[in-house]
């Protein structure tokens, strides 16, 4: 799963569509916790990431929600800035 991001220890990442499922989402990963974010919406789908970690990431996907789609559209993933 190809890393996207990174910042405050939480990596971002996404998988590629053939093994993935809609919505559009990427996968957030902080220590032992995981979670899953809708890319259009923000909200954590599924996952058991800390608050604090939640508010980070949505605050990092509200700034990057197009950069993210396109990813998601055409298979091609870039890193991103991380959330400073």
């Known amino acids: 799963m190809p890393e996207i991001a990174r910042f405050y220890g939480i990596i971002i990442k996404m998988y590629f569509k053939p ?13 032992e916790y995981m979670g899953e974010f809708n890319i259009q919406t923000g909200e954590m789908i599924q996952g058991d990431l800390p608050s604090k970690a939640v508010n980070l990431v949505k605050e990092w ?9 396109d990813m998601w559209n ?6 991103l800035p991380p959330l400073e």
Do not use: N, R
């Not at 996907?61 to 789609?69: G, T």
């Not at 055409?74 to 890193?79: C, L």
């Open 61 to 69: 996907l509200f700034q990057y929600k197009h950069e993210l789609q």
């Open 74 to 79: 055409t298979q091609k993933i870039t890193p």
């Open 19 to 31: 093994k993935e499922h809609e919505p559009s989402h990427v996968h957030a990963l902080y220590g």
